[in-house]
């Protein structure tokens, strides 16, 4: 849970010193998620009277999950992000991915490249394409959790 916390601040570029709203829905560990929860609060720098456990929660919209076996945890994006902002940043950094993606797929649909260069220089172009692939839709997905 702690670090899926710290990963979902570092994707969103969360200054390390800002303290984050956090709701987790514990299931049956709802006892040992309260006894723990000083605890929880500052390993994932999550505010101590932001901090809401119970055994269920509805999903938060404008928030990124963490699952992790029967405990989910929603961070509400608002408290994390300048929405308008990060929205412009995602944007941005789609575009950019998009162009790279397109690159190498140019580069691969290209026969003279296909039949001139080393089969290690096309396979580190194809790694780079699925790469830049996986990495748009993460992007967009981010978007789209913005946008609900």
């Known amino acids: 849970i702690i670090r899926g916390i710290r990963n979902v601040r570092a994707e969103y570029k969360v200054d390390p010193g800002r303290r984050i709203q956090a709701t987790i829905a514990a299931g049956d560990r709802l006892e040992l998620f309260h006894s723990q929860s000083a605890i929880v609060a500052a390993l994932a720098r999550v505010a101590e009277d932001g901090l809401v456990i119970s055994d269920t929660a509805e999903p938060l919209p404008q928030a990124a999950v963490v699952v992790t076996a029967d405990v989910t945890v929603y961070l ?14 995602l944007g941005r950094e789609i ?34 394409a699925a790469q830049s692939a996986e990495k748009l839709d993460q992007l967009r997905q981010r978007l789209s959790d913005l946008s609900q």
């Open 76 to 89: 509400p994006l608002a408290g994390m992000v300048d929405l308008d902002a990060e929205r412009e940043r």
């Open 95 to 128: 575009s950019e991915t998009e162009r790279e993606l397109t690159h190498a797929e140019k580069l691969l649909g290209n026969e003279s490249f296909m039949g001139k260069a080393p089969a290690e220089v096309v396979e580190r172009e194809r790694a780079k």
